[in-house]
C-alpha cells in the first residue's frame, strides 16, 4: 500500500468516524448537553496533548503556549469552536441530526460568502451559481420543516468565523487546536467541580456505563481528527473533494433511518439542492484551480493540517489549493 492509499483510507476513517459520532452522543442522552461539552473539551485535551508528545510537537506547542501574544488569536477561536463542540452535541441529542448534518453542508458555502464579505474574495460565476442553488435548498428545507432551521445555520455560522479568524492563527491545526482545547479546559473544570459540590455534576453519579462515555468523549472526539490529519500528508485534493461528502452524508442517513427523523419529500428536494449546489461548487473549485497550475498524475496537490477542529466540509479543503475555505 502506497502513501496515497494509506491517505485516502485514513481520510475515508475520518469521515466515517465523523459519521457515525451522532450515535455516540446518543447513548448520552441522560445526560444533559451543556455537561457533555464541559466533559468532551475536558477529557479532548488530554487526548491530544499525549499525541503532541507521542509526535514530538510538545516542546514547539509548550514555547507557543508561554506566549501572551498567542492568545489573541486563540481566545476567539476557543469561544468559536465550544459553541460549534455544543450546538452539534446539542443538535443530536435533542433530535436534529438532519439539521446538524445540514449545517455541515452548507458550512464551506458560507464560509465563501464570508470571504467576500471581510477578505474581499472573488468566486468564479460557476460557484455563485451554487450558492444560489444552495440557498434555494435552505429555503425549500425550511419550507418542510416549517420554521427556519436555526441549528443548521448557526453551526455552519460558528464553524465558518471559526475559519476566518484561523487565517490568522500562527500555529498548526492540532497545536492550535490544543492551546483552544485548554483554554476552554479551565473554565469546564470550575464548572464541572461546582456542579459536583452543589450535588448537580453527572460524572461518579450515572453509573459506570455512562461515566466511562464521559471519559471516552475525548477520544471520539479527536480520534477523527487525528485520522483526518494524518491523511492530509499524502491525500490528492481531488480525492478529498469527494471524501468530504462522506460525513454529513452519512449524519443525514443516521438521523433518518436509525433516529427515524421526519425526512419528508420538502426535505429532500432541499437536501437534494444542497448536493447539487455542493457538487458544482466543488468542480468548479477544482477546475479553475487545475487550469491555473497544470498538475501531473504524479504531483497532485495535497493539503496541509492548518485547521482541524471539527469535520471539514464538501468544499472545504484546510488551507489548500482550492479557495473555497475561509
Known amino acids: 500500500m502506497n502513501d496515497v492509499q494509506k491517505g485516502i483510507g485514513f481520510a475515508v476513517l475520518a469521515y466515517i468516524l465523523w459519521g457515525f459520532q451522532p450515535i455516540y452522543w446518543k447513548q448520552l442522552l441522560e445526560i444533559d448537553s451543556y455537561q457533555l461539552v464541559l466533559h468532551r473539551v475536558v477529557w479532548s485535551f488530554p487526548v491530544l496533548i499525549l499525541f503532541l508528545i507521542a509526535t514530538g510537537q510538545f516542546r514547539e506547542w509548550l514555547s507557543a503556549a508561554m506566549k501572551l501574544s498567542t492568545y489573541k488569536i486563540y481566545s476567539v477561536s476557543a469561544l468559536l469552536l465550544g459553541a460549534n463542540f455544543f450546538l452539534s452535541l446539542w443538535g443530536v441529542n435533542s433530535g436534529r441530526i438532519l439539521q446538524v448534518s445540514l449545517g455541515y453542508f452548507i458550512n464551506p458555502l458560507f464560509s465563501v460568502v464570508l470571504g467576500v464579505i471581510f477578505l474581499k ?12 442553488i444552495a440557498a434555494v435548498g435552505v429555503l425549500i428545507v425550511t419550507i418542510g420543516y416549517g420554521v427556519f432551521p436555526w441549528v443548521s445555520f448557526s453551526i455552519a455560522g460558528a464553524f465558518g468565523f471559526y475559519g476566518l479568524v484561523q ?18 479546559s479551565i473554565p469546564c473544570i470550575i464548572i464541572l467541580i461546582v456542579l459536583n459540590e452543589r450535588g448537580n455534576g ?14 471516552g468523549c475525548g477520544l471520539a472526539t479527536i480520534l477523527p481528527q487525528l485520522s483526518f490529519a494524518t491523511s492530509l500528508k499524502s491525500i490528492p485534493l481531488t480525492i478529498l473533494g469527494i471524501a468530504q461528502f462522506i460525513g454529513p452524508s452519512i449524519q443525514t442517513l443516521v438521523g433518518a433511518l436509525i433516529y427515524g427523523e421526519n425526512f419528508s419529500t420538502t426535505k429532500a428536494a432541499g437536501f437534494g439542492c444542497v448536493w447539487v449546489a455542493l457538487v458544482l461548487f466543488t468542480y468548479v473549485g477544482l477546475r479553475a484551480k487545475a487550469a491555473s497550475k497544470p498538475v501531473n498524475s504524479q504531483d497532485l496537490p495535497s493539503v496541509n493540517s492548518d485547521q482541524v477542529a471539527e469535520p471539514p466540509t464538501p468544499g472545504t479543503t484546510y488551507h489548500a489549493a482550492v479557495d473555497t475555505k475561509v
Open 121 to 132: 474574495e472573488r468566486l468564479p460565476v460557476g460557484q455563485w451559481v451554487a450558492v444560489g
Open 167 to 184: 487565517k490568522r492563527a500562527p500555529l498548526s491545526g492540532l497545536q492550535g487546536v490544543s492551546i483552544e482545547l485548554m483554554l476552554l
Open 202 to 215: 453527572a460524572f461518579g453519579h450515572s453509573g459506570p456505563k455512562l461515566d466511562w462515555l464521559m471519559v
